[in-house]
């Protein structure tokens, strides 16, 4: 399926030119083939043990807010260093910091080697003001795109919408498996069309970085389409849901704001309780987090 054209249209938008791919000193740097085969079938080896799970956009006990409708997310996901669950909201300073980020598991060895390097990157690419004090990648979000059985039908749900990310200071993202479209576009009115700012393909094994005023705050960022080209189908087994890429979205939240499952407020504990009882199922980590909350 091809994606969706943008018709052209007169616009305020003064942004930077598209590009393709590099670095732009402004704060976006791609690095294609970044996973070399040897950190790649580790990563794949780590998947195959992972147990990911389906997340509500709203605790399911409770009705969904006013003019919003309670749904399961897109797809299944997995967080490593600490958990956002959808529930709970996102991480969103200055107000949104409380009980967002709740204690998940290590990076494995294989990524933790990567997120040193990522981390020495940033901070040499980057201006200084880009990288705020105490930065460091300790939260993870590994997203799997591809198609989920609903219906008896297999329906295509490797997509995001545009939005922004909140935490402070550069994110990083590993691309596994078939390519991803993904675009920077300018913020805009509802029904209004604009140019992307900047269009890529972030093929098997990519990294992209991005930080700073424009490419943090002033650009939203989506991904339009994955390719289904080699019939790729990655780890780990997930019924009803197949997997052709994986992408690790690496950001940073404070220290601070992270907090064991167990010092969670009672309404919040139990809001996430369910989904915290079903990774204890296969994670040691979240077996102890369940059972120092007793």
Not at 15 to 43: C, F, K, M, N, S
Not at 153 to 163: F, L, N
Not at 229 to 258: A, C, M, Q, S, W
Request: proline share 10%; with cysteine; aromatic share 12%.
């Amino acid at each position: 399926m091809k994606p969706r054209s943008l018709p052209a249209r007169r616009s305020s938008w003064r942004g930077p030119a598209p590009l393709r791919a590099g670095t732009d000193p402004r704060g976006h740097l791609i690095v294609q083939g970044y996973v070399r085969e040897r950190a790649r079938q580790q990563i794949l080896e780590y998947l195959a043990r992972l147990h990911p799970i389906w997340e509500f956009r709203f605790p399911v006990d409770r009705p969904a807010p006013r003019g919003e409708t309670q749904r399961r997310l897109l797809r299944p996901v997995y967080w490593l260093g600490n958990w956002q669950f959808a529930c709970l909201d996102y991480y969103r300073p200055p107000k949104g910091i409380f009980e967002r980020s709740v204690g998940a598991e290590p990076f494995p060895p294989v990524l933790a080697e990567l997120v040193r390097d990522i981390e020495a990157r940033a901070r040499r690419i980057f201006p200084r003001e880009y990288v705020p004090a105490g930065w460091h990648l300790n939260t993870c979000l590994v997203n799997f795109y591809g198609d989920r059985l609903e219906g008896g039908r297999w329906i295509d749900s490797a997509r995001v919408g545009e939005h922004r990310d909140f935490e402070p200071g550069p994110v990083a993202s590993l691309s596994l498996g078939e390519r991803a479209l993904f675009q920077f576009v300018p913020r805009r009115k509802a029904g209004e069309r604009a140019e992307p700012a900047l269009t890529q393909w972030l093929d098997d094994g990519a990294l992209q970085l991005f930080a700073g005023p424009l490419y943090k705050d002033r650009l939203l960022h989506r991904i339009q389409r994955v390719d289904d080209r080699t019939g790729v189908e990655l780890p780990p087994e997930i019924e009803g849901f197949r997997t052709r890429r994986v992408n690790f979205t690496f950001r940073y939240v404070p220290d601070e704001h992270v907090i064991p499952f167990a010092r969670l407020s009672e309404p919040a504990r139990g809001d996430v309780r369910p989904y915290v009882e079903e990774l204890a199922q296969h994670s040691p980590f979240f077996a102890r987090a369940l059972a120092a909350a007793r």
